[in-house]
């Protein structure tokens, strides 16, 4: 099993900038690619960028392309995503995730793990 806990989610204003961690404890060996996601309220759960311990290029979402930028320690025991540039749009509870599997997936069926999300809010 491998847990997983956010942290750094907030408020922040149209243009601005908010970092979010995700620590990982367990048979982290296991994860091979975490990710981000996000969901708001209304709306499916969305793929946002995940990384991969193997070292294959990180894989984004086209809406965060450019602004977001994801990242992790050598262990993969701790996920980060850097949100720049962030929009009214970008509010949503953003979850990490880590899946088994060595291919750069972005449905979140195919995650094993998730933790509980941190909100992440920007006003206009």
């Known amino acids: 099993q491998v847990q997983l806990v956010e942290s750094g989610g907030g408020l922040a204003q149209a243009g601005g900038s908010l970092s979010l961690s995700c620590a990982a404890s367990?048979?982290?060996?296991?994860?091979?690619?975490m990710a981000w996601f996000r969901q708001a309220p209304g709306k499916e759960r969305e793929f946002v960028a995940s990384?991969?311990?193997?070292?294959?290029?990180?894989k984004y979402a086209e809406t965060v392309k450019g602004r977001f930028t994801i990242s992790r320690d050598i262990y993969m025991k701790t996920l980060y995503l850097q949100m720049d540039s962030l929009k009214a749009e970008d509010t949503a509870m953003y979850y990490c995730?880590?899946?088994?599997?060595?291919?750069?997936?972005?449905?979140?069926?195919?995650?094993?793990?998730w933790g509980q999300g941190t909100q992440v809010t920007v006003s206009s």
């Open positions: 367990g048979h982290t060996s296991r994860a091979y690619v």
């Open positions: 995730a880590a899946t088994e599997s060595t291919e750069m997936v972005t449905t979140g069926g195919e995650y094993d793990y």
């Open positions: 990384v991969s311990r193997l070292g294959k290029p990180p």
